[in-house]
Structure formats: structure tokens, C-alpha cells
Antibody, heavy 122, light 110 residues
Framework: EVQLVESGGGLVRPGGFLRLSCEAS????????MHWVRRAPGKGLLWVAR????????SYGDSVRGRFTISRDNAKNTLYLLMKSLRVDDSGVYYC???????????????WGQGTLVTVSS | QSVLTQPPSASGTPGQRVTISCSGS????????VNWYQHLPGTAPKVVMY???QRPSGVPDRFFGSKSGTSASLAISGLQSEDEADYYC???????????FGGGTELTVL
């Protein structure tokens, strides 16, 4: 079955750290860029980070740049998000998403996981 | 404050047509393709339109996407109760060098 399954969420104190994982199955993981997207409580979707196929290229949203690190292990079909210096407003459900590039170069997120909940609170 | 502007809510009765708008600028919608995602909290988001007007397999042809200048819209005709969800537009922003989403539109089927 083609799917993405996130894990690693939980309750953490402000200033703490957490590492999220996203295990891919049913498709050639190493052939796709991947993303993390967050939905905070009562708010909309927010793009967090992106990684290219071999991990050599990454980019981040303004609110997490310098604190979060996206990485991947293609041998394990797994995407990661290391989150440091966590703040209350980092709370939310974190989704991993698969990137698809269509003819002409446009991209979209064509497969999403169910998400993992991160709560940053004292 | 989202970079892309959507109405916070929309509604319609079964069978009606509803349109959700998404307004941006030259650095995002004006220069890049727009995608639309459907999301019910607690579930995985799902792409319902990509590259402005391309429907993924499995999405009914009741869904129609369009783009003009710095605005885009998603139209849903023959509204059904299963269409009730939050809808987000999204695109790449050349100035921010990242993906941006609209604030989301909560669609209610009355």
C-alpha cells in the first residue's frame, strides 16, 4: 500500500527538542522530494521544510529556519524532522508529504500522511 | 496573516455550485501554478486540483480550477455532503523562496 506514516510527536517543554519520523512504503521513496507541513490548532496549513532526493538540498519556512533540520535516510525509506528550541507556537499536527513534479516543472504534494501531534507547553 | 487570501468560510445546499477564491501577488500566483488541498482535521490532506486546473485521478469532475493573473479559484458544482471540509490554495513564492498556503476556507454543506 502506498502510504506515509508519521511518528515521534508528543508533549515537550518550551526550549526542548523533538525528532519526528515519516516512514514511506509502496513507492520509490528515493525518487521523490519530501516536505513537512504543520497545522496549528485553529489555524491553517503552514509549509515547514523541504528536502531533495538525496538530502543535499533543503529549504525552510521563515518561522523554523535555524531551529529545525529536515533529513532523510533512503535506505530506511524514512524522512526526519529534528526540531530544536521549540516554542509554544510550534505546536500542531505535523504532516509529511510527497512532492510530485509534473510536465512543465510545476510541483504539488500528491501524498500525505495522517500526521503526528506536537504540543509545546510548560 | 497568510500570504494568500481566502474567504474564511463558504456554504451551499446540496446540488448547488460554490466557488472559493484565492488572491495573491506577482511573486506567487502571478508567476507559479496553484494547487488546492482538501482537509478534514484528523485525516490526511488530499490534493483536489494541481497546476491550476488539473484534476487528480479519483477527484470527481464536479471540481474545477482556474487561474487569472494573481488570483485563482476552485469551483465545486453539484455540492454533496462529502465535500464538507477545509480547502486550501497553495503555490510557490519566488520572493519568500518557499511554499505558501492560503488561510483556508471552511466549506459547509447546509
Amino acid at each position: 500500500e502506498v502510504q506515509l506514516v508519521e511518528s515521534g510527536g508528543g508533549l515537550v517543554r518550551p526550549g526542548g527538542f523533538l525528532r519526528l519520523s515519516c516512514e514511506a512504503s509502496g513507492f520509490p521513496f528515493s525518487g521523490h522530494w519530501m516536505h513537512w507541513v504543520r497545522r496549528a490548532p485553529g489555524k491553517g496549513l503552514l509549509w515547514v521544510a523541504r528536502i531533495n532526493v538525496d538530502g543535499s538540498g533543503t529549504s525552510y519556512g521563515d518561522s523554523v529556519r535555524g531551529r529545525f533540520t529536515i533529513s532523510r535516510d533512503n535506505a530506511k525509506n524514512t524522512l526526519y524532522l529534528l526540531m530544536k528550541s521549540l516554542r509554544v507556537d510550534d505546536s500542531g499536527v505535523y504532516y509529511c508529504a510527497r512532492d510530485r513534479r509534473v510536465a512543465g516543472g510545476a510541483r504539488h504534494f500528491d501524498l500525505w500522511g495522517q500526521g503526528t501531534l506536537v504540543t509545546v507547553s510548560s | 496573516q497568510s500570504v494568500l487570501t481566502q474567504p474564511p468560510s463558504a456554504s451551499g445546499t446540496p446540488g448547488q455550485r460554490v466557488t472559493i477564491s484565492c488572491s495573491g501577488s506577482g511573486s506567487n500566483i502571478g508567476n507559479n501554478a496553484v494547487n488546492w488541498y482538501q482537509h478534514l482535521p484528523g485525516t490526511a490532506p488530499k490534493v483536489v486540483m494541481y497546476s491550476n486546473n488539473q484534476r487528480p485521478s479519483g477527484v470527481p469532475d464536479r471540481f474545477f480550477g482556474s487561474k487569472s493573473g494573481t488570483s485563482a479559484s476552485l469551483a465545486i458544482s453539484g455540492l454533496q455532503s462529502e465535500d464538507e471540509a477545509d480547502y486550501y490554495c497553495a503555490t510557490w513564492d519566488d520572493s519568500l523562496n518557499g511554499w505558501v498556503f492560503g488561510g483556508g476556507t471552511e466549506l459547509t454543506v447546509l
